[in-house]
């Protein structure tokens, strides 16, 4: 949460000192037409994209799919739109990124592998993804131990072959 807090404190300071080069460079008044030009022209590109993405979810729902990878689409570019109206080179760059399905996509990719997959596994227990425990207390050694220490896990494995049913268990 900290790191949150510091980078949404140091993209307005990084801004700052972007918009004060460029316009050391361009002059004041070509950066604000700059900033509000990228910001028009952000927001179109915004509205086009968000509409096929509305309607590539509609197409899944219609389908029967969940439309996983639309709706994590459909966030980055409500944060586009955000990024995009806020006035700054910065903003708009990081906005302009998120609107292009071409880099999208490795957005999308790695807030899949490193955000929503281990929200999802830790309200779950890993029925989402499929790496549920089927045994023992999974990160619990303390609680795997026997009288005689450590249980293993071939402790709890039997050879059973056609003519044995009876399974005689000596741990007692």
Known sequence: ???????????????????????GIIGPVATVALVV?????????????????????QEKLARGEPPTDELIDGALLVAAGAF???PGIV???????????????????????WVVT???????????????????????AEAN??????ESREDDTYDVTDDSYDIDDDRE
């Open 1 to 23: 949460m900290l790191r949150i807090l510091a980078l949404l404190l140091l993209i307005p300071l990084l801004d700052i000192m972007v918009l004060l080069v460029v316009s």
């Open 37 to 57: 030009l990228t910001g028009l022209v952000g927001v179109l590109l915004v509205r086009a994209e968000g509409r096929h993405t509305i309607r590539k979810i």
């Open 84 to 86: 995009l109206l806020t």
């Open 91 to 113: 903003t708009d760059a990081t906005g302009i990124l998120f609107v292009f399905p071409l880099t999208r996509y490795p957005i999308r990719a790695a807030l899949k592998r």
């Open 118 to 140: 281990p929200y999802i596994d830790a309200k779950t227990g890993g029925f989402a993804s499929g790496t549920v425990y089927t045994a023992g207390f999974p990160g619990n």
């Open 145 to 150: 131990v026997g009288p005689s220490g450590p």
